[in-house]
Nanobody
Framework: QVQLVESGGGLVQAGGSLRLSCAAS????????MGWFRQAPGKERELLAA????????YYADSVKGRFTISRDNAKNTVYLQMNSLEPEDTAAYSC???????????????WGQGTQVTVSS
């Protein structure tokens, strides 16, 4: 089992940037594919990005491709989401998640963090 704690959310103006972090503890971090999700009020949870256990392969949703970058530091047991060119439509609760499966585009994850709020003002 793995425990996940996100940080880095906050309020930012449109066009700005934020970097979210997700620190993992528990079982070996490299056992997990990691993903970032978001959920806005009244909308379904959306898989934004995923990264393989080694960090060598990534997946992005079309909605964030070219603006967001997922990365991981296995020595620090941490996964990151760099978000650039933020838009008001990016306002949501952002969560990281972990799974054993290697299929990056699959939305089914076993472990979840508590989430961090990102608010983008116009």
């Amino acid at each position: 089992q793995v425990q996940l704690v996100e940080s880095g959310g906050g309020l930012v103006q449109a066009g700005g940037s934020l970097r979210l972090s997700c620190a993992a503890s528990g079982r070996t971090f490299t056992s997990y594919t990691m993903g970032w999700f978001r959920q806005a009020p009244g909308k379904e949870r959306e898989l934004l990005a995923a990264i393989s256990k080694s960090g060598g392969t990534t997946y992005y949703a079309d909605s964030v491709k070219g603006r967001f970058t997922i990365s991981r530091d296995n020595a620090k047991n941490t996964v990151y989401l760099q978000m650039n060119s933020l838009e008001p439509e990016d306002t949501a609760a952002y969560s990281c998640a972990a799974k054993s499966s290697i299929v990056l585009s699959n939305r089914e994850y076993a472990y979840w963090g508590q989430g961090t709020q990102v608010t983008v003002s116009s």
